[in-house]
């Protein structure tokens, strides 16, 4: 699910304000940062390329990502 999910992200232009990531996850051999944002949206940043990010908006998939990392936090 995860791995789809970053798939369906939108590249975002413009600066990027790096801030302290909400949480941390690696997918193989590759780490990223991610923002649960005050929009119901979701930032993420490649820990290697931190000039970029994307964007997950879809309310049905950011639903279920919280879902899936809040019930792996507890």
């Known amino acids: 699910m995860v791995q789809e999910l970053f798939e369906k992200a939108v590249k975002v ?5 790096i801030m302290v990531p909400d949480y941390h996850i690696q997918i193989a051999i590759e780490q990223y940062f991610l923002w649960l944002n005050e929009d119901d949206t979701i930032t993420i940043m490649n820990k290697n390329d931190t000039n970029t990010r994307y964007k997950i908006s879809d309310d049905k998939e950011v639903k279920a990502f919280v879902f899936l990392i809040s019930g792996a936090s507890s």
Not at 13 to 17: A, L, R, Y
Request: charged letters at 40%; a negative charge; aromatic letters at 0%.
């Open 13 to 17: 232009d413009g600066i990027v304000d």
